[in-house]
């Protein structure tokens, strides 16, 4: 009796001590689960904010206008953060080598962090990430023949005034002050009525030959640009209503305007304008202009950069002379406004080998 007493005394404890043994390994085997899925949670959020990171990067490398970064070149220091799926990247770009207007490139160094929002553990601080790289800003280009290039011939109405090919802003050689086709008696060349011959340059006058070949030496995809989408305007007009501030010293916006246009205002970029524009007053605009008809300069007016006028010929058209009226005007070569007006269309280029991973934020 007392050997079974003594039995049954000693079954309780061993029974107590498996189920906590029992309980001991599901509550390790518990643990270690959990363990493991933060791992991997986490795994997978590093994994997300290097992705977000590398797409940072690339947003803002292929598509600064789209983050509202509209500085060409970009400034000395830019920042902006970019919201995706998943999470953010925060993308800093730090200006190392100035561009000098046209010949030498910018050069940046890019930091992109990527921060995971979604997938970490609770209570774990989000997955970082940063990637860097190193690019260089590379304008759009453009063939430069003259101030003013007209693929139809150019009249001048008296000697007031100055169309020059030296460059203005001292960087590039001289270009012709006017290039136009041979003259034929009907269309072509360049007439001076009344007072001294204006243009100035190397040479002052340039023959583009025949008028029937002409518009072939000049190298502008007018066809492209008009009816292709060889460009993407940032303004469109009409309407008028659409035309741009310029407020932004730093902006120099391509203005495609479909049809005829008298200038409203004075402004800076690249001005596209399919049909005949009309400068009037004491307006005056720094860049480039590209007219498919003709350009009548009533006033004082100033262009700074380079001019061709007559494209709609490359498209078959037939487009009368440009007219350059009475006043005092200046047509200036300046490679530096047509670079900056270039710039609008040009992109950061990453320089191969400088990629770098996870890199110190």
Same mark, same amino acid.
């Given at each position: 009796m007392s050997m079974h007493a003594r039995r049954e005394g000693f079954a309780l404890p061993l029974a107590l001590f498996v189920i906590a043994f029992v309980?001991?390994?599901?509550? /390790?085997?518990?643990?270690?689960?959990?363990?493991?899925?933060?791992?991997?949670?986490?795994?997978?959020a590093a994994v997300d904010a290097f992705g977000l990171a590398e797409s940072g990067l690339q947003q803002f490398m292929q598509n600064r206008k789209g983050l509202n970064l509209l500085a060409a070149p970009p400034l000395a220091s830019e920042s902006v953060r970019v919201n995706l799926p998943?999470?953010?990247?925060?993308?800093?770009?730090?200006?190392i080598r100035a561009q000098v207007l046209p010949t030498t490139e910018a050069m940046y160094h890019i930091r992109s962090r990527g921060t995971a929002t979604r997938g970490a553990a609770? /209570?774990?601080?989000?997955?970082?990430?940063?990637?860097?790289?190193?690019? !260089?800003?590379?304008? /759009?280009?453009?063939?430069?023949?003259?101030?003013w290039t007209s693929l139809t011939g150019l009249t001048k109405n008296g000697g007031s005034g100055t169309i020059d090919g030296a460059d203005d802003c001292g960087v590039m050689p001289s270009v012709a002050g006017v290039s136009v086709p041979t003259d034929n008696g009907t269309?072509?060349?360049?007439?001076?009525?009344?007072g001294a011959p204006v243009?100035?340059?190397?040479?002052?006058?340039?023959?583009?030959?025949?008028?029937?070949? /002409?518009p072939d030496s000049v190298k502008v995809d007018w066809d492209g640009i008009v009816n292709n989408g060889a460009i993407t305007p940032d303004y469109i007009v009409p309407?008028?209503?659409?035309?741009?501030?310029?407020t932004d010293p730093n902006y120099w916006p391509v203005v495609m305007v479909i049809g005829n246009l008298?200038?409203?205002?004075?402004?800076?970029?690249?001005?596209?304008v399919t049909g005949d524009l009309t400068i009037p007053g004491f307006l005056s605009w720094s860049g480039v202009i590209l007219v498919g008809g003709t350009l009548t300069s009533d006033g004082n007016n100033v262009v700074r950069g380079a001019v061709i006028t007559? !494209?709609?010929?490359? !498209?078959?058209?037939a487009v009368a002379r440009s007219d350059v009226g009475n006043g005092t005007k200046t047509y200036q070569y300046n490679s530096c406004n047509i670079a900056a007006a270039m710039g609008n269309m040009g992109s950061l280029r990453a320089i191969p080998g400088t990629w770098s991973d996870n890199w110190p934020w």
């Open positions: 309980t001991v390994g599901v509550a /390790a085997s518990f643990s270690r689960v959990e363990t493991e899925t933060r791992i991997n949670r986490d795994r997978e998943g999470g953010r990247a925060d993308v800093i770009a730090t200006r609770t /209570a774990t601080p989000p997955a970082q990430h940063t990637v860097t790289q190193y690019a !260089l800003f590379r304008p /759009a280009s453009m063939q430069v023949r003259a101030a269309t072509g060349g360049y007439i001076q009525s009344g243009p100035d340059g190397s040479p002052p006058i340039e023959d583009l030959g025949p008028p029937a070949t /002409a309407p008028l209503s659409n035309w741009p501030a310029f008298s200038l409203p205002t004075d402004g800076q970029g690249t001005l596209i007559g !494209l709609n010929t490359k !498209l078959g058209m």
